[in-house]
């Protein structure tokens, strides 16, 4: 594995900074193989290439300032050329579980505002179906949660409340995330639909047709995944 500052993922942060081109305006996203991309992603700056970087939480935003990224607010640049992100679980339409970091919400609208969504993942991420083996998160404002709990009780879910240091986790947004098992997940767009209409919901860590590929590192070797429309 690679001993580069992007450590056991570095290989999958060389492979994903090399879609990025001068003038990007980039989507940085949360998590391990994130971070890598993040490092390789600097590495190309020291040598001159100039982006603009929008992160998707508190921790990205602190390693991309300590690595010299110039940062800007969504805000302020509106749609981003591309968004570099990891998955808890990838299916072989390419549908995504994300939000075991915490950064769902975030990283849900920095996708939606990008033209393009590359996910980087290790082999063992890859499932025939999602949810089998990895919960899905849910992100839901504090006062709603014993609605938000019965709601999803009744779609299938054994929720659990994110613990934190010291007490419930709390997301960078203020809010509360359930870890919802079920078992497995036969159509992610219509689940995604029928938790997003609960009361208090403010979204889930399916991502539906939003990547346009996967790349995926095994050892050293990074193969790519690409989306059918």
Request: net charge negative.
């Amino acid at each position: 594995m690679s001993t580069t500052a992007g450590g056991e993922f570095g290989a999958l942060g060389q492979a994903a900074a090399a879609y990025v081109e001068d003038g990007m305006n980039v989507g940085l996203g949360t998590g391990r193989a994130a971070k890598a991309f993040v490092h390789a992603l600097a590495e190309r700056v020291r040598q001159g290439l100039t982006i603009r970087c929008v992160p998707t939480s508190e921790a990205t935003h602190g390693l991309a300032e300590e690595l010299g990224l110039s940062l800007i607010s969504l805000a302020e640049v509106g749609e981003l050329d591309l968004t570099v992100d990891g998955a808890d679980e990838v299916d072989p339409r390419l549908d995504l579980i994300k939000g075991l970091g915490g950064a769902l919400v975030r990283e849900k609208i920095v996708a939606a505002s990008s033209k393009r969504l590359v996910i980087l993942v290790g082999a063992d991420k890859l499932v025939d179906r999602l949810g089998v083996r990895t919960p899905l998160p849910v992100e839901i404002v504090p006062f709603g949660r014993a609605l938000c709990e019965r709601r999803l009780s009744l779609l299938g879910a054994k929720s659990k409340i994110r613990s934190g240091a010291s007490g419930p986790f709390v997301s960078d947004n203020g809010n509360y995330i359930l870890d919802c098992g079920f078992a497995g997940i036969d159509d992610p767009a219509a689940l995604d639909r029928q938790i997003r209409e609960i009361p208090g919901v403010v979204d889930t860590g399916l991502f539906v047709g939003m990547a346009e590929r996967v790349l995926v590192q095994e050892g050293d070797t990074v193969k790519v995944r690409t989306r059918v429309a």
